[in-house]
């Protein structure tokens, strides 16, 4: 059990989006204080709907309610508390600190008048065990579609993206450290794709390697669903829509989180 820790919580005040996109940029990827300030204006948040958690002066958790109109079809609205900005700070996490956060959200919105809550979230993430807990039922409305007309770009512009996150996660950048590793990726509908990681950077290779620590052979649907998380690697592997080349299952691992960018535990 974690040492019990002093954490006060309050409401957003000017100033703070600068902690809020350094955790952000740890949680959901790099952002900006810029960018989050635009995202308040976007939905025209108040500081009373964002709460912060904060330990000896420094804000490492935050919450926010987005008051918004679900459309239940054929001209029917129903408004909701939007819970959104769920984060915090990885070495201050399982302390209790968001589920509080979410506990005073769900009280304010009660307080404002509005008769629910709902949350869009990825899905099998550990968040998911705060949510049922606090009474939020997994409902389907509905489903994305992806479709990647030039994947090969999207692949590069993954690896920047995850050099640019690495700045911002402490979490990621220790469980990776010691991890320098080639990958190749063979996708039945584009070709061979190779990265490694190295130096504390992920590098695209325009060749792949002659002998990579990690090779695996998949089909651009199957691939697309793992890094979403729709679809475990597992069951993959089980229904022989992913084979494994080459890769030490410890390697392996490590490469599984890289995919769907997930380090809580
Ligand atoms: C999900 C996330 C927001 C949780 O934040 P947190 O402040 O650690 O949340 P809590 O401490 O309230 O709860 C986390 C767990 O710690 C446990 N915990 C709470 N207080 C604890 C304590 N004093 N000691 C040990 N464990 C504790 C909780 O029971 C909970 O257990 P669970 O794993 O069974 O759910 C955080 O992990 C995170 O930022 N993740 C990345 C971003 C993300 O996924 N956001 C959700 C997007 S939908």
């Known amino acids: 059990m974690e040492k019990p820790v002093q954490y006060t ?22 952002t900006t204080p810029r960018r989050i300030i635009q995202w308040y204006r976007s939905h025209g948040a108040h500081p009373e709907d964002i709460f912060v958690g904060v330990i000896d002066g420094k804000l490492v958790s935050s919450v926010e309610v987005v008051f918004k109109q679900l459309h ?12 959104s900005g769920v984060c915090t700070d990885s070495d201050y996490r399982k302390r209790g600190i968001v589920s509080n956060l979410m506990k005073l959200a769900l009280d304010y919105a009660q307080q404002k008048g509005v008769s629910n809550a709902s949350l869009f979230t990825g899905l099998d993430i550990p968040a998911h065990r705060i949510y049922q807990r606090l009474g939020f039922v997994d409902i389907t409305t509905g489903r994305t579609y992806i479709k990647y007309i030039d994947y090969p770009s999207i692949f590069a512009r993954w690896l920047r993206l995850l050099n640019r996150s690495l700045k911002d996660s402490k979490i990621a950048v220790r469980k990776l450290e010691g991890w320098e590793k080639s990958v190749v990726i063979q996708l039945k509908e584009v070709g061979t794709l190779s990265f490694r990681f190295r130096k504390k950077r992920f590098q695209r290779l325009r060749k792949p390697p002659k002998r990579a620590d990690i090779e695996f052979s998949t ?3 199957t691939y697309t669903k793992i890094v979403r998380g729709v679809v475990q690697w597992e069951d993959a592997v089980n229904t022989d829509k992913l084979v494994v080349k080459r890769g030490e299952p410890a390697e392996v691992e490590m490469l599984k989180r890289i995919l769907n960018w997930r380090w809580d535990d």
């Open 72 to 83: 239940h079809g054929e001209g029917v609205y129903l408004k909701t508390a939007g819970i």
């Open 9 to 30: 919580v309050r409401n957003y005040s000017k100033g703070d989006e600068v902690a809020i996109a350094k955790i952000f940029s740890e949680c959901f990827g790099p």
């Open 219 to 221: 089909d651009l649907k």
